[in-house]
Structure formats: structure tokens, C-alpha cells
């Protein structure tokens, strides 16, 4: 069975930096392309960051760019979120999500989400 | 990047309606088109991938369709468990676009 585990939010002033993991299990971690979701509170979701299954590629949202990195560690089955310079704009509920289809498949970049987490909660405030 | 327009925001409909949503994107995105659902507290869950290929558990009362740049999701019979709200999600690039959402409400 897939479970995506997130950890690591709490509050956090803004300026402040956080790092938000994802444990990862039930499936075969290093052939998958890895994503970050959020979604504030009351409000719709919004892509953050992907990272491709040997990390060789990371793309970011405008919104975090330069902000936020995003890493894995494939011997720990895990997936990181570094976030820096956080502002009240940031907070939200934080996602991990897998794609459908692992590296070795023709459809390897169809990124969309077939199990996801059930997210962590960050929340910037003073 | 490439932005998601879904209509309308909010939707009014009992058990048995047939029921659509629409989502428009600013570029073609060919057939990179999901739809998921999500119901209060709970994360979202895939229902549709490529405009229109179902996936596996969904029930068949869901259908996607569309090309380029116009996709709807059709729910045939809204059934109670149905009531939630609906989001697309455009995977032409990497930079992932998702539409703002429909809530679909017991009229």
C-alpha cells in the first residue's frame, strides 16, 4: 500500500525557515518523480516544486523561487522541502504527491497525482 | 505559465442531476488535462488523467472530455457521495497549473 507521510509544520514567524519531509512507502521510491502541493487555508491548491527521481531536475513556482529548494534522499525514502524567507503568503497546508508513472515509462512525464499525503500545516505568523 | 479558468465556482445541484464543470486554459494543452476530487479534510483524489481516461475505482457516472484548450468533467446521476469540490490540473509543462476549483453544493 502507497502512504505519503508529511512532517514538519508548525509556526513560524515570517523571514523564518522550515523543512517539511515526506516519508515515503509502498512503492518503489527512486523511480518516481516527487511533487510539493499546497493549499492555503479556504482556498484552491497550487503547485510549489517537482523533483525528478534521481534529482537531477528540480522545478519551482514563481511564488518560491529562490526561496524554497526541494531535495529527496533515496536511501531514506524521503522527500524535503527546505523553505526560507517565509512570508504570511506561505502559509498553508503542505502536500506530498507521487506521479502515475515511473521513470522507465513512456509516460514518465505525465505529471499528475495518483496518491498523495495528507499534508502538513505551515503557518506563518507573527 | 499557463492558467487554469474553471466555471462555475460554485454549483447548486440534487442527488440524480446531471451535473458540468468546465475548466478553460490560456494555451493548448492538448489532452494534459486531470481532474481530481476533494471532500473537507481529506486530500485530493484523482479521478480523471489525459482529459478522459477514467481511473481505476472511479465510478462510471464520471466522464471527462475536451482537447486544446476547453475540458469539461460530467458527473451523469450526482449521487450523495458526489457533493465535494473539483479540481483541474494541466500537466502540459512542468510548471503545473491547477484551476480554482468548483464546489458542487446540495441544492
Known amino acids: 500500500e502507497v502512504q505519503l507521510v508529511e512532517s514538519g509544520g508548525v509556526v513560524v514567524q515570517p523571514g523564518g525557515s522550515l523543512r517539511l519531509s515526506c516519508a515515503a512507502s509502498?512503492?518503489?521510491?527512486?523511480?518516481?518523480?516527487m511533487h510539493w502541493v499546497r493549499q492555503a487555508p479556504g482556498k484552491g491548491l497550487e503547485w510549489v516544486s517537482l523533483i525528478s527521481w534521481d534529482g537531477g531536475s528540480t522545478y519551482y513556482a514563481d511564488s518560491v523561487k529562490g526561496r524554497f529548494t526541494i531535495s529527496r534522499d533515496n536511501s531514506k525514502n524521503s522527500l524535503y522541502l527546505q523553505m526560507n524567507s517565509l512570508r504570511t503568503e506561505d502559509t498553508a497546508l503542505y502536500y506530498c504527491?507521487?506521479?502515475?508513472?515511473?521513470?522507465?515509462?513512456?509516460?514518465?512525464?505525465?505529471?499528475?497525482?495518483?496518491?498523495w499525503g495528507q499534508g502538513t500545516l505551515v503557518t506563518v505568523s507573527s | 505559465d499557463i492558467q487554469m479558468t474553471q466555471s462555475p465556482s460554485t454549483l447548486s445541484a440534487s442527488v440524480g442531476d446531471r451535473v458540468t464543470i468546465t475548466c478553460r486554459a490560456s494555451?493548448?494543452?492538448?489532452?494534459?488535462l486531470a481532474w481530481y476530487q476533494q471532500k473537507p479534510g481529506k486530500a485530493p483524489k484523482l479521478l480523471i488523467y489525459k482529459a478522459s481516461s477514467l481511473e481505476s475505482g472511479v465510478p462510471s457516472r464520471f466522464s471527462g472530455s475536451g482537447s486544446g484548450t476547453e475540458f469539461t468533467l460530467t458527473i451523469s446521476s450526482l449521487q450523495p457521495d458526489d457533493f465535494a469540490t473539483y479540481y483541474c490540473q494541466q500537466y502540459n509543462s512542468y510548471t503545473l497549473t491547477f484551476g480554482g476549483g468548483t464546489k458542487v453544493e446540495i441544492k
Open positions: 504527491a507521487k506521479v502515475a508513472y515511473d521513470r522507465y515509462s513512456s509516460s514518465t512525464l505525465e505529471y499528475y497525482f495518483d496518491y
Open positions: 494555451q493548448s494543452i492538448s489532452s494534459w
Open positions: 509502498g512503492f518503489t521510491f527512486d523511480d518516481y518523480t
